[in-house]
């Protein structure tokens, strides 16, 4: 027992990568900083234009819609769970906005919550197939993710909604505040709020304890007296409509409400939650680390496209990033104590 | 005589055709270790699990204090005071130990931030949670708000057992507490379990190490082929004798001791 106590004497004698793995094991967050520092730094090097307030606005607006999808996606991530439908819950969601607020002539007020009521409930349906059957969260969200598109299609007969076409509440998440040259939409502004909600939640209140010690270990938690079931529920139905929220922004980033966008949506925020730190084997990672995954993946998409790399390359460094952030993952994981 | 504290009679439960428990009986008096032994599949499990309420007896009746009880979740047993460590420790490793001890039973900050914003009451759980790990003598922690999957397989235990000792208000369960922990880690825990008991609490012990058993069990029930073959104490037998009656190969004594 004397020995492990003694836990900071023993560090002195590691060589320096095992305290640099100590050190990312204690401090999550730390590892994707830095990368989003470095390559902000570069592509500022690379291209001047870069680091301008007019570029810097642009990529917040691409980050924005990705990062509260994610923001859902890490939810069900830390329950060690994986939801492939996100995209297509927030696609949908925009749709039925859009329609809601059009075709059935809904005050967009009304449409607009209709509309977060159903992504809600598209996730509830995605952790009652979880939770109740019992079934394999890729394997629900796989099948909820073809039902979703499916629907989404019969729904707008594949049509695109013009955004002057809705009441402005729809589109009112595209509006900006300037600030000096940088220009702050309203949905960046949600989309933070809802970060900081989740910060807080996460950290400071028991269902967020909850979530991370069922996604540590759920038989341990469901032991020690948390009801597993209700807190996975409740994740997949609060990412639902966090999803919902993202289809709103989404309508005011593109000024319209268009069936046939998103598809890259699903991957793009698994891809900016597996960046950002947390573990896919749930229970570990930060809501902050998804932010900063999110801007890393807007950063090298916009940088690369300044320093001229064609858009077929630009997804191959995504790809080559992630599959680095798993294995550092890994080599986290293995800490020894 | 007393009553019991945690009384079972002729419990039983089938799994199809594979008899888990036949008609078991089970008697925990107040401020005594009873440590429960029997060979693989003699039904330990499924008898502390009925106790502990993960698993619902097809026949036979609990009783604690005296009273009739039926527990169908483990929460249940737990809101009547019955607290388990499992041999898995139902800890989150990467949760701290403060988090770990209230963990399902967190507590919130008072007025608008705790009803409101549910905001939990984390200076208050900390200092609990380092007022009864030292109460059980585990002061050697230094930080409170350490991972728990930065501890030693021993303090992993202490955390449970401090866990289970701080909630737990009738009886403390131990599943197989020192089988994955070294010779001065097991003699540690021992301690500790011998603290919940001076503390007033009576224990359940499960464990295979018979030098253990015989060390802190003030009785020892026999369980074989599902049912309860005797209660002994170490006074009363020897290792070898309580291994032959656990076995099959001696008569276990007619009548159960009483303490």
New interface residues.
């Given amino acids: 027992m004397a020995t492990a106590t003694a836990d900071f004497d023993v560090r002195r004698n590691d060589s320096l990568g095992l305290r640099i793995q100590h050190v990312l094991h204690a401090n999550p967050v730390l590892g994707p900083l830095a990368v989003l520092i470095v390559a902000i730094i570069a592509f500022s090097i690379i291209n001047g234009r870069f680091l301008t307030a007019t570029n810097l606005s642009l990529v917040l607006q691409q980050v924005t819609v990705i990062a509260t999808l994610a923001l859902g996606q890490t939810l069900i991530i830390l329950t060690a769970g994986i939801d492939l439908s996100a995209g297509a819950i927030a696609v949908f969601s925009s749709i039925l906005m859009a329609n809601f607020a059009t075709k059935a002539g809904m005050p967009g007020f009304i449409a607009l919550v209709l509309s977060l009521a159903c992504g809600t409930a598209m996730g509830a349906i995605n952790g009652f197939l979880v939770t109740r059957i019992k079934l394999p969260p890729f394997i629900v969200t796989l099948g909820t993710l073809t039902i979703f598109f499916s629907l989404n299609s019969v729904v707008s007969n594949s049509e695109t909604v013009r955004g002057s076409d809705m009441p402005s509440l729809m589109t009112w998440t595209g509006n900006s505040i300037p600030l000096g040259g940088f220009r702050l939409t309203y949905g960046s502004i949600i989309m933070l709020l809802l970060f900081g909600l989740f910060f807080y939640s996460l950290g400071r209140t028991a269902w967020g304890k909850h979530v991370y010690a069922t996604g540590d270990d759920v038989e341990a938690a469901r032991l020690a007296g948390i009801r597993t079931g209700r807190v996975l529920f409740s994740v997949y139905a609060v990412a639902g409509l966090l999803y919902a929220i993202a289809g709103w922004i989404l309508i005011g980033r593109l000024a319209s409400a268009s069936p046939n966008v998103g598809v890259e949506y699903n991957l793009d925020s698994i891809t900016a939650v597996v960046l950002g730190g947390t573990s896919l084997f749930g229970g570990r990672g930060m809501v902050l680390g998804t932010l900063i995954g999110a801007l890393i993946v807007g950063v090298f998409r916009n940088g690369l496209q300044l320093a001229g790399v064609e858009v077929v390359w630009q997804g191959f460094a995504i790809g080559l990033l992630v599959l680095v952030a798993v294995s550092l993952d890994q080599w986290i994981r293995k800490v020894k104590t | 005589m007393t009553t019991p504290v945690l009384e079972a009679r002729g419990l039983t439960k089938r799994y199809g055709r594979v008899v888990a428990i036949d008609g078991s009986d089970l008697s925990l008096y107040p401020g005594e270790i009873l440590a429960v032994i029997g060979d693989n599949g003699a039904g330990k499990s499924s008898l502390i699990k009925a106790l502990s309420g ?1 698993l619902i007896p097809d026949s036979g009746s609990i009783f604690l204090d005296g009273n009739q009880v039926h527990f169908r979740t ?2 249940d047993a ?1 809101t009547a005071g019955i607290e ?1 460590v ?1 041999q ?8 701290d130990i403060a ?2 001890l209230f ?4 507590e ?1 900050r008072s007025g608008t931030l705790g009803s409101m ?4 009451d ?1 200076r208050h759980m900390r200092d609990e949670a380092k007022r009864h790990m030292s109460d059980l003598g585990v002061a ?3 930080n409170i708000g350490q991972a728990v ?4 397989g ?2 992993r235990q202490a955390v449970a057992v401090a866990r289970s000792a701080a909630f737990g208000s009738k009886v403390v369960i131990l599943d197989e507490p020192t089988a994955a922990l070294g010779v ?2 097991g003699n ?1 825990v021992l301690q500790l379990i011998r603290d919940v008991r001076d503390r007033g609490l009576p224990v359940i012990l499960i464990s295979h190490n018979m030098p253990h058993v015989f060390e802190v069990a003030d009785r020892i029930h026999i369980q074989r082929l599902g049912k309860r073959a005797t209660v002994i104490t170490p006074a009363s037998h020897s290792m070898s004798e309580a291994v032959a009656i656990m076995t099959g190969a001696a008569q276990p004594p007619p009548q159960p001791v009483a303490p």
């Fill in positions: 993960a483990p929460m737990r388990t499992y898995t420790l139902a800890l989150a490793p990467g949760l988090d770990n963990l399902g039973r967190e919130r914003f549910r905001m939990l984390r050697t922690l230094q999957e930065s501890l030693s021993g303090q001065k880690e540690r």
